[in-house]
């Protein structure tokens, strides 16, 4: 492991406060997360996760239903006094045990407890999409500037085997020249009172969820980002599901070499798929961006050769995203799915979008 | 056999006629086809079909090359009566032994030929896509009309197993109600020599060739039509390939139910494929529309069942289609894909050339 002087200094000065401070970045101790949102994801995807990491551990939990938060504590081994309502959120800053906040609210959340958690001295990981306007994003990466913290989201397919191995592949030219990528995202929503469906948290619909996968498989497989951005949208709105957000949106992206993306994102099918298409072959992904079961193909014109991909940087992709920030964060080193690059994607979201509402093709 | 009222009196009257007039109507012989054009399509895939037919057979070749025509004349046992230029072709007129003209031009001329075989008093099998134009479509539907002629177009996938049994499985429900209709058709445009690429002759480049799959596809496996389409295209204007037509076409179709389909072209990547997302499930074929070798699945989230269609009405797609028109003549019918649906495509056509030009959606 390399230790940069910045990260010495760093965690020297920190030795020397007590108790607010941290004194992670001088030791090998794995570095402790606060989880906020106990929420599926949050319990049931993230927390049993950190069995699997080296440089990851729970510190804390923050939740608005304190009898799920102090079982979900002693489960794990935390004190009570590694729980935390809303309310008191604030007053994670002093406590030690806590280096990075990791945000799995509904994303209309995203920004506020990332900004508090920042004031709060903490580091920070945030589910994607990073939040819900592009306004939002720059004052989270303000936030997290401004109180020296780092700052990354949750784009855990930056940290999975199968697509980390379709990326070598693409720049590696084994599809030759890139003209295409295809990816499509989608499930049957079937619950009208999901969070999801409300605009105020989800801060839109299948593109807000699924729709980012799309969008983000787009930009990794080319290493390119989009020049426009043509969208059209079709939700039922007699639905009960669809009053406030949008069932099925599909989107194309141009990129400067003359490579173009199709994406698709929809709350009424289900899909998971990636393929890119080059002059000399193509990579697919089918499932392609599950939590497990991808697999993946190469081929000059259909699904010829099944792919193993070499392992990933961790046990599993959540484990390496983990482990990935709390690297960065000892390294003093810019995540490699930084707030940057979420904000990325919200500037081509709020494109697609606009896109859609104009019926004109948006340069971004 | 159905003989319709109708069927009896124009084959009686026709019997009176001699020798210009047609006696194909009122009896069971195979009727005879003059294949206009021997370039690979006509010589090598069309020709050789006829000995796979019930209800057609070769009867006259036409072409600028005298020399290829008369082998091909001399191997199908045709005498040299049955050899015809684009000079003298107007006096097929005069020839009782072909009923039907199958035009296999280059794109620029179907409309010519079409018009000239219908005033010549023959029906007309025309190649896809059926004209350069949508005023020379109107123009085609009227010389047929004036004439009496029957116009059919070649849309081979009515008549190949596999779609139609995707087709099948759409009407029946096999995927729930239809949200989204992917199709995708192109291949590596190597020979910048081609008239394909030349727009006088193609009238476009990878949208009027692979394109036309895509966009029947879209048309026939939801079943509706367009209302709305929105499109982009990319092209490298510098390859020597694509001075004159686009490479690659990607667009969007808006249908009355709320389904969508993503259609793509092009002429720098392989691929042959559609996809149909249901609510409850999806079909897929890839290859899709290949002279043979189809294949198809059915699943509720990936290749999960291969389906063995039943056979189609002939031996292969290109009999079935053959047959289908020498039948549609016998029995006065419209075929099934008449110039109607070859002009719908083509009003399809000029609006996604126009969205992609404008950057906007286009209403139909």
């Known amino acids: 492991m390399e230790i940069g002087r910045r990260d010495i200094l760093l965690g020297s000065a920190a030795l020397l406060l007590a108790p607010g401070g941290s004194a992670c970045a001088a030791t090998d101790r794995p570095l402790g997360y606060a989880i906020v949102g106990l929420g ?38 935390l004190s009570d006094k590694a729980i935390y309502s809303y309310a008191d959120f604030d007053t994670i800053r002093d406590n030690p045990d806590v280096d990075i906040v990791y945000v799995c609210l509904p994303n209309g959340m ?24 592009v306004a ?18 949750g784009y ?22 890139i003209r295409y990528v295809r990816s499509e995202h989608g499930f049957v929503q079937r619950d009208p009172t999901k969070w999801r ?18 969008l983000q498989a787009a930009r990794y497989m080319t290493g390119e980002e989009p020049v426009a951005v043509t969208a059209r949208e079709s939700t039922d709105r007699r ?33 998971n798929r990636i393929l890119l298409m080059g002059d000399t072959g193509r990579i697919e992904l089918e499932p392609a961006t599950r939590y497990d079961g991808n697999e993946m193909w190469t081929g000059k014109d ?18 390496g995203q983990l482990d990935h920030m709390a690297q960065s964060v000892r390294r003093g080193q810019e995540p490699i799915v930084s707030g940057e690059e979420g904000l990325r994607d919200m500037r081509i979201v709020e494109a697609i979008y606009r896109s859609a509402r104009e019926g004109r093709t948006i340069r971004l």
């Not at 199968?162 to 599809?175: K, P, Q, T, V, Y």
């Not at 469906?197 to 980012?212: C, E, N, P, T, V």
């Not at 099925?248 to 009424?268: K, N, Q, V």
């Open 40 to 77: 599926y994801y949050g319990l049931n995807v993230i927390i049993p996760q950190f069995v699997n990491c080296t440089h990851s551990r729970l510190a804390a939990v923050v939740s608005g239903d304190r009898a799920k938060a102090q079982r979900v504590a002693r489960e794990h081994g």
């Open 197 to 214: 469906l409300k605009r105020a948290l989800s801060g839109g619909g299948s593109l807000m969820d699924m729709g980012i996968y799309s």
């Open 156 to 177: 855990r397919c930056h940290f999975e085997a199968h697509n980390l191995e379709a990326m070598r592949l693409a720049r590696s030219g084994a599809a030759g020249k």
């Open 110 to 133: 995203h920004a506020e407890y990332t900004i508090r958690a920042a004031r709060a001295g903490k580091h920070v990981l945030c589910e994607k999409p990073m939040a819900i306007s």
């Open 302 to 319: 259909g699904r010829e050769r099944k792919i193993v991909p070499p392992p990933g940087p961790a046990k599993t992709q959540f484990a």
């Open 239 to 271: 639905d009960p599901r669809f009053t406030e957000v949008e069932d099925m949106i599909d989107w194309t992206l141009e990129f400067p070499s003359g490579a173009m993306a199709g994406c698709l994102s929809m709350y009424s099918a289900n899909q």
């Open 136 to 153: 939002e994003c720059e004052a989270m990466i303000a936030a997290c500037r401004k109180a020296d913290r780092k700052l990354m989201i």
